[in-house]
């Protein structure tokens, strides 16, 4: 039994999604914005940072693509990843590492650049900066799936797809306007909202239909 520590239409979505997905056993600690910067919360993931995961051994796990990488190693009779150790996984990590070390990044940034800037206009052109450089690794990814798609897998459906979809719906300067300069990155988000499994958890984040994050 895992325990999730989740806020709506956070870095916890794609965790799960993920756990939805294998159909595992979890339950859920909905937290607020203040609960997540407690010194309590902090002993769980030192970060203060949505994910963070339980373990029935009474480890927590943090980071979204450690947990990511965890869950579908934990679970490979679901096949949410490439088989453990063949290239498609080194390939799947990649992507998966793409996403997490340089695009969530780049679109928290988008959000707030209050914490590196001294003044507004210094925030401003940050910002900007951060937009210019996740749409250039949105390109790649958007690339990756006209040539081969329509997952980041090709034909494969994986863990990747649904990392994917919440960095999609955080999409700037609106999710609509986003999905129409990304269309392949569209067409992977609408795809994944169809998943029956997915359902009642796209609907406890709020974010069943386009614009649900309020973007
Ligand atoms: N590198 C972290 C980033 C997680 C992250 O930035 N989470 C945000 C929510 S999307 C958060 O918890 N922010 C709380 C805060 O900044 O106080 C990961 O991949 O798990």
């Known amino acids: 039994m895992y325990t999730l520590y989740n806020v709506k239409a956070w870095g916890s979505l ?13 339950t859920i600690v909905w937290m607020t914005a203040e609960q997540v910067k ?56 990649s992507v998966l590492h793409l996403m997490s070390t340089e695009l969530y990044p780049t679109i928290s940034l988008c959000f707030s650049g209050s914490g590196y800037a001294e003044t507004p206009e210094h925030e401003a052109f ?10 250039g690794y949105w390109r790649i990814l958007e690339q990756r799936m006209s040539a081969a798609g329509p997952w980041l897998m090709g034909q494969d459906f994986s863990a990747l797809d649904l990392y994917a979809f919440m960095l999609s719906v955080w999409g700037r300067p609106s999710e609509q306007e986003f999905n129409h300069r990304f269309p392949a990155v569209a067409k992977l988000a609408s795809q994944v909202r169809a998943r029956p499994r997915l359902q009642p958890v796209l609907q406890a984040h709020g974010v069943m239909s386009l614009g649900g994050y309020g973007s």
């Open 126 to 135: 940050l910002t900007a900066r951060a937009r210019e450089r996740s749409d």
């Open 38 to 93: 407690t010194p309590e919360f902090r002993k769980l993931n030192p970060l203060g940072l949505i994910p963070a995961l339980g373990l029935a051994d009474g480890r927590t796990l943090y980071e979204s693509a450690a947990i990511v990488s965890y869950l579908v190693a934990a679970h490979p009779e679901k096949r949410m990843s490439p088989p453990l150790g063949s290239g498609a996984y080194g390939e799947f990590m």
């Open 14 to 26: 794609v965790v799960d999604c993920l756990l939805a997905e294998l159909d595992a056993r979890y």
